[in-house]
């Protein structure tokens, strides 16, 4: 992680005091990016929290008093929350401010932001770091989450230049590889490999918990089970807004896997043995042979 001789940026305004926007302030304060951080979050215990964490040097009452003064700010808040974020920061952000945001889909985001940004908007810079833990809350914050992740960004056309540099130096000095692409291409990617092994984990949980045995089929279950299933713990509350906010190309990516599926239902009914290994040969010839992409290790 890069550490610098001074501080770029004088405030840091967090919105949203959990695990994503806790880890970023801990990273910047680690990378010398920041001279102040204060934070806004809805539950007034989570902000106290933040602050006895050392996490934020101030806690604020409102998103407006935390972005008043601030050159970064930091919206770290689940996607069904960002539209009133955006609302109650436009009259107290300052134009010269870098604004970004964690969320896992882009395109509703953006929406949202030129929805309530009005003559703000150039300050927003679009982004999604791919890191995380199946654990939420500032209690579970980590200086190196997004060490060794990817970064995505997906500018606006409105963005200066000096805004997009700065926010892909920021990611780069907290250890982030940092790509470019555009909201489209960043949601359809995301479903593919993201949006759905969430939706298709709860899935399997779910049905596994209501079957009338299911309680003891979970009993005996192993390794297999809990590779298969960890994600299934992620907040509930973020992956509902996920799933909703990019719907179209989750059910785009799940129609495309219940034909693969049923490749595999077909092949089962008919005592195709020969044909259920080849289907199983190539899933797993493709899994063998991927690895993490560097710079998400």
Known sequence: MQTLASPRFERLALIGCGLMGGSFALAARHAGLVRTIVGFSASEKTRQRARELRVIDQACASVAEAVQGADLVLLAVPVGAMASSFAAMASALSAQALLMDVGSTK?????????????????FVPAHPIAGKEVAGIEHADARLYQDRRTILTPLSSNSMRHTQQAHDIWSAMGSHVSTMTAADHDQTFAAVSHLPHLLAFAAVHALTTHPQGADYLDMAGPGFRD??????????????????????????????????????????????????????????????????????
């Open 107 to 123: 395109s509703d985001v953006i929406a949202a932001a030129q929805t309530h940004l009005g003559d703000k908007l150039a300050c």
């Open 228 to 297: 298969f299933s960890r994600i299934a713990a992620s907040d509930p509350a973020v992956w509902r807004d996920i799933l909703s906010a990019n719907r179209t190309e989750v059910l785009d990516q799940l129609a495309h896997f219940q034909s693969s599926l049923a490749l595999f239902e077909a092949a089962m009914q008919q005592g195709d043995t020969t044909g259920l290994q080849q289907l199983i040969e190539q899933a797993s010839d493709v899994r063998s042979g991927w690895a993490l992409p560097s710079g998400t290790a």
